[in-house]
C-alpha cells in the first residue's frame, strides 16, 4: 500500500511539472514568434523579450531536469510495486495453498473419525456395560487413553515398567480378567509382547 501511495504521488509529481515544462515551452514559443514577427521595434522591448525567451529557455532545462528525476523515482517506485505484488501473489499462493490441504486434512481426519465412531459403536456393543463405563471414565481421567497396550512389561499409557509383583499377578490372572496398570490405573491390554 505504501509502495502503490508513493507511485501514485510520483505519478502527480509527474503530471505537474510535465505541465509546468508545457507552460513554459508555449510562453517561450508566442514570445519567440512576437520576437520573430517583427512586432516589436523598441530597442528596449526587444533586449527585454531576447532576456525573457533565455530565462524561460533555462527554466524549461531546469523544469525538464526535475520531470527526469521524478520520472526515475516512479520508475523505482513501480519496480517496487511490481516486485511486492509479486510477493503477496507468492504468499497468496502459498496461503491457498496450505488451507487447501488443511482442508483435505479435515477432510480425512473427519472420515476416519467417523469411520473409527462406527467401529467403536460395533465393538462397544458386545463389550460388558459394567467395562465400558469404567474404561469410558478412565478415558476423561487419563487424558483421553482409557486403556493400554502392555508391551516388554512396560505400559504403554504411562510408561513405566511394572514392578515383578505386579507382572506375577497379570501372569496369574485369568485371560478374561481386567487387570490395571499401578501407577496411571489404566486398563491393561494383554498381547503375545507383553513380555508375561
Do not use: W
Request: hydrophobic share 35%.
Amino acid at each position: 500500500m505504501a509502495a502503490q501511495t508513493e507511485e501514485s504521488d510520483c505519478a502527480r509529481e509527474q503530471t505537474k511539472a510535465e505541465q509546468d515544462v508545457d507552460q513554459v515551452r508555449q510562453r517561450a514559443t508566442r514570445d519567440q514568434q512576437r520576437l520573430d514577427s517583427g512586432a516589436v521595434t523598441s530597442p528596449k522591448d526587444l533586449s527585454s523579450l531576447q532576456h525573457e525567451i533565455t530565462s524561460l529557455a533555462k527554466r524549461q532545462g531546469d523544469l525538464e531536469e526535475i520531470v527526469l528525476e521524478v520520472m526515475e523515482r516512479r520508475e523505482s517506485a513501480q519496480a517496487r510495486v511490481a516486485e511486492l505484488t509479486e510477493r503477496v501473489a507468492s504468499v497468496q499462493a502459498k496461503t491457498d495453498d496450505a488451507i487447501a490441504r488443511r482442508d483435505a486434512a479435515f477432510q480425512e481426519i473427519d472420515g476416519e473419525s467417523a469411520s473409527v465412531t462406527k467401529e467403536r459403536e460395533v465393538v462397544s456393543a458386545s463389550v460388558p456395560a459394567d467395562l465400558l463405563k469404567l474404561y469410558d471414565r478412565l478415558r476423561v481421567q487419563g487424558g483421553g487413553v482409557g486403556a493400554a497396550k502392555l508391551y516388554a512389561r512396560t505400559c504403554q499409557g504411562c510408561r513405566q515398567e511394572l514392578a515383578i509383583t505386579e507382572l506375577s499377578e497379570i501372569r496369574a490372572a485369568a485371560p478374561d480378567k481386567i487387570v490395571r496398570c499401578e501407577n496411571c490405573a489404566r486398563i491393561l491390554v494383554r498381547t503375545s509382547e507383553s513380555g508375561l
